[in-house]
């Protein structure tokens, strides 16, 4: 028989009650968490907000970095709490993962502040829920200094030679350029806003949309270029020599496709769309803007000239140029932050030149084959002063380009080939009637090219004053060198001999000689095209400082 339920096991009645308690405890317990939960949100909110404020306070104040991101801490509510500071450089680099743009380094150096913040929140019901009744809170923010630089690298004119300038820019035009002194004098003096030359030459293609950047992924013709460049020479209220200058240089130039990105790098307002103007200044001489060009131009063009400089102890010479490329992602100019670069374009000379001799010598042949790497100048800090932006400061770091030089022949083949070094075979300095040959090798390099920072005032900044990097007599040393260990090989009738101790001490001598009129002869040259050996020049157009901002 089975037992008879209970009556009480039977009765229902009060479950309700039951089970409201019970849920009433989770319900109040869920309520409690979500108390606490969205004060720590509320109060991680405010601690970043104050992370923020001291990160942009200290890179705002980056001598007093420490002090001025603790003050604004304590002003937000977070006394006795020391924030973490680290100041470093910030590149704005998009390849990079913004979490790795900030990179710590030294106070003298930096453009950026990193400031993190160690806090607690306190909970309401954390005891009976967690154990505890805190939460740490870590929060961290990246602020940079706001401040853009316009800067530029080349090498200066040693002299307005208007011969070699036709010559050279012909060649590398592939047309016939014939100015004279004061032309280019009127180019050198008139100096045009690169934005407005982009402007225009959106304007004769055409574009009516875009951007900088998408305008200069463009090729077009170097007629058009310089067409736009006489444009904007016309807004600057150009002289009317300068504007018939480039107006005839324009008109002469081939339709052949370049690619102008190696120009101009408009960088951070690459955005903009042609007709708008940053603020910051990006203007440079028309001639430096031709000459630029012409190095673009030339995709590899070999300039081939006949010199005629009157130089005492040169009977005749003539040169071969070749430009090559620049380094990827850089241009001749650019507008950018802290870690933006600029570089010349690599190039090879080839000088033939024939120097007056001595005694029973008339003359020696000399062929010199020159490599340069490319120079770059890096923009390495920016201070910005407040309130007075009088006592702002720029500074570049500059790398000439290293030097590779031959006395010898070379293949015309392998004097074009950027991608290999040149070795030069022995070169025939003299032939007298097949009787007397001699023939020299020599070799000499630079390679220990390091970077020299050069610091720019606000005032030497509005004045765009040039500043040289190198040595002037670089060329004249790498020549002595170059002469003072060349490889003499004379032979008597096809014969290597000892000759009598007259042909070979004799050819040392006028080597030795030669060394000071090939150093003028090579610096006035190449100083025509913006080329210059164990040198670079670099100049800053323009500053701009917005203050600071938060970037991470």
């Not at 409690?32 to 939960?37: G, N, P, Q, R, Y």
């Not at 704005?92 to 380094?105: L, M, N, T, Y």
């Amino acid at each position: 028989m089975r037992p008879r339920p209970t009556r009480f096991a039977n009765d229902t009645r009060g479950s309700i009650a039951v089970l409201a308690a019970v849920m009433m405890a989770v319900v109040m317990a869920i309520a409690a968490l979500a108390i606490d939960t969205g004060k720590v949100f509320a109060d991680r909110r405010r601690a970043q907000g104050a992370t923020d404020l001291a990160a942009i306070a200290a890179v705002s104040d980056l001598g007093n970095a420490a002090r001025a991101a603790t003050a604004t801490v304590a002003r937000n509510q977070f006394n006795g709490v020391t924030p973490r500071v680290e100041l470093g450089i910030y590149l704005a680099d998009a390849a990079v993962p913004p979490a790795q743009r900030f990179k710590p380094g030294a106070a003298g150096t930096a453009n950026a502040a990193r400031v993190t913040l160690q806090s607690l929140s306190t909970l309401a019901f954390g005891a009976a829920l967690l154990g505890r009744d805190t939460v740490a809170i870590t929060t961290q923010a990246v602020a940079a200094q706001s401040a853009f630089a316009t800067f530029a690298i080349g090498s200066r004119l040693v002299s307005l030679d208007g011969g070699v300038l036709n010559a050279l820019l012909s060649s590398l035009l592939g047309t016939s350029i014939s100015l004279s002194v004061m032309d280019y004098q009127a180019l050198l003096d008139t100096r045009v806003d690169l934005f407005d030359t982009m402007s225009a030459l959106a304007t004769r293609l055409n574009v009516t949309g875009g951007s900088y950047t998408s305008l200069l992924a463009t090729s077009t013709s170097s007629r058009n270029v310089i067409a736009a460049l006489t444009d904007a020479a016309r807004l600057m209220n150009a002289s009317s020599r300068a504007v018939s200058a480039l107006t005839t240089i324009g008109q002469a130039l081939p339709t052949d496709a370049v690619s102008i990105a190696a120009l101009i790098d408009p960088g951070v307002y690459g955005t903009l769309k042609p007709g708008e103007k940053p603020r910051v200044s990006a203007t440079a001489s028309a001639l430096d803007i031709l000459t630029a060009m012409a190095q673009i131009a030339s995709a590899r063009r070999q300039a081939d000239i006949a010199l005629n400089l009157g130089i005492p102890g040169i009977v005749s010479a003539s040169l071969s140029v070749l430009i090559g490329e620049r380094p990827q992602g850089t241009s001749w100019i650019t507008v950018g932050a802290a870690g933006a670069q600029v570089s010349t374009a690599q190039a090879r000379v080839l000088l033939r030149a024939q120097v007056l001799g001595g005694g029973s010598i008339a003359s020696v042949t000399l062929p010199i084959i020159i490599t340069l790497a490319p120079a770059k100048a890096v923009l390495g800090a920016l201070t910005c002063g407040y309130p007075d932006r009088a006592t702002s400061t720029a500074r570049l770091d500059v790398t000439p380009g290293v030097v590779d030089a031959w006395i010898g022949t070379v293949s015309t083949a392998s004097f074009a080939d950027f991608t290999n070094p040149v070795t030069a075979s022995p070169a025939t300095l003299l032939d007298v009637l097949g009787l007397v040959k001699a023939t020299a090798r020599a070799h000499a390099a630079v390679t220990n090219m390091t970077a020299t920072p050069v610091s720019f005032s606000m005032s030497e900044i509005t004045a765009q004053t040039r500043k040289t990097v190198g040595t002037t007599d670089f060329t004249r040393s790498l020549l002595s060198s170059l002469l003072a260990d060349t490889q003499l090989s004379v032979s008597l009738l096809g014969i290597n001999a000892l000759l009598p101790d007259t042909t070979t001490p004799l050819l040392r001598t006028i080597l030795a000689n030669a060394a000071a009129p090939l150093d003028q002869l090579l610096v006035r040259v190449l100083g025509t095209l913006g080329i210059s050996l164990g040198q670079a020049d670099v100049w800053i157009t323009g500053l701009r400082c917005d203050g600071a901002v938060l970037v991470n």
